[in-house]
């Protein structure tokens, strides 16, 4: 059974602060892919990034940066110098990366991301 | 480039009623995704659809069902509804598995 832990329940920060989101896994899977997406008030799900398990490389994307470690089966996200307009719920997921029916996404239960100005 | 259009983006249903929801996927895109998504919660994998039948399910009961039409647009039926089954509903599409699933806004599903 896979499983992703997000520990942080809500995150406030004041603008320009440097934030980190925990994701944890676990998956006996020993291929597959880790998700993050942010969800705005608008309700859609926005996709930021996909790694897959082979490819332990850190990612930087502008201010966005992803460290996955899979010795400690860690997959956490950096907003560096937050702004306002990052404020919303961050989700981590997991899937499979063989399967023959389907590749479900199995989310934590996300982060709650406040920046104040 | 029209992302994944999702319809009604709001209902309100009575206990006992049936609902059905539209999802129109991104253009390309052959495989479509239903999500759960409660209050707080993160969303809950529902069943997937390609090449029109299902082809991963959740753990959710038979009162869920779908359909996946031959221009990949979908369809999500709940019969027999709950007060629990008040949630987002979301779509996402997808071409290639395990690709970035892009996603609608969803429906705003409120059983009273």
């Known amino acids: 059974a896979q499983k992703v832990t997000q520990a942080q329940t809500e995150i406030s920060v004041v603008e320009k602060e440097d934030v980190t989101l925990d994701c944890v896994y676990e998956t006996r899977d020993t291929t597959y892919y880790l998700f993050w997406y942010k969800q705005p008030p608008s309700g859609e799900l926005v996709f930021l990034i996909r790694r897959n398990s082979f490819d332990e490389q850190n990612e930087i994307s502008g201010r966005y940066s992803w460290n996955f470690q899979k010795s400690t089966s860690s997959f956490n996200f950096t907003i560096t110098a937050s702004q306002v307009v990052d404020s919303a719920v961050y989700f981590c997921?997991?899937?499979?990366?063989?399967?023959?029916?389907?590749?479900?996404?199995?989310f934590g239960k996300g982060t709650s991301l406040l920046v104040t100005p | 480039d029209a992302g994944v259009t999702q319809s009604p983006t709001h209902l309100i249903k009575t206990r006992g009623q049936q609902v059905t929801l539209r999802c129109s996927p991104k253009?390309?895109?052959?495989?479509v995704s239903w999500y759960q998504q409660a209050l707080g919660q993160g969303p809950q994998f529902i069943f997937q659809?390609?090449?029109?039948?299902?082809?991963q399910r959740g753990n959710f009961p038979d009162r869920f069902s779908g359909h996946q039409f031959p221009n990949y647009s979908s369809e999500l039926n709940v019969n027999a509804l709950l007060l629990g089954d008040s949630a987002l509903y979301l779509c996402?599409?997808?071409?290639?598995?395990?690709?970035?699933?892009?996603f609608g806004s969803g429906t705003r599903l409120t059983v009273v």
């Open positions: 996402a599409s997808s071409l290639e598995v395990g690709d970035g699933y892009t």
């Open positions: 997921a997991l899937s499979e990366a063989y399967s023959n029916s389907g590749y479900a996404l199995n």
């Open positions: 253009s390309g895109h052959d495989t």
């Open positions: 659809y390609y090449e029109e039948e299902e082809r």
